[in-house]
């Protein structure tokens, strides 16, 4: 249920009921078309979104253009960083025993 509400989703489906009603009772013309091109765009790039956030909600791989992607490698660059900081604190703290 959380997918279907994600604020893309909703935005688009939105648009296009906006969009239906004022092209309801208008000739088509070219920009009525373009209109509906636009908003496929938009709904397949919402739907897409919704996916890539499902398959990195369950550990899948995603795609190197989605969004999602950026956000797992600054999660994985963080905790590379704390890790390496913990290292080299207890190889600080295991010195200062020795000495």
Not at 42 to 61: C, F, I, Q, S
Not at 65 to 71: A, T
Not at 79 to 84: K, N, V, W
Request: no cysteine; hydrophobic share 40%.
């Amino acid at each position: 249920m959380r997918y279907l509400f994600s604020t893309g989703l909703v935005a688009a489906i939105s648009a296009g009921i906006s969009l239906l009603r004022g092209t309801r009772n208008e000739p088509i013309t070219w920009r009525s078309l373009l209109s509906w091109v636009s908003w496929g765009i938009t709904m397949a790039l919402a739907v897409g979104a919704v996916v890539d956030m499902r398959r990195e909600r369950h550990g899948v791989p995603v795609d190197a253009d989605s969004p999602q992607s950026v956000k797992k490698s600054k999660k994985a660059q963080r905790l590379q960083f704390r890790s390496q900081k913990a290292l080299a604190d207890a190889q600080g703290h295991a010195q200062d025993n020795r000495s």
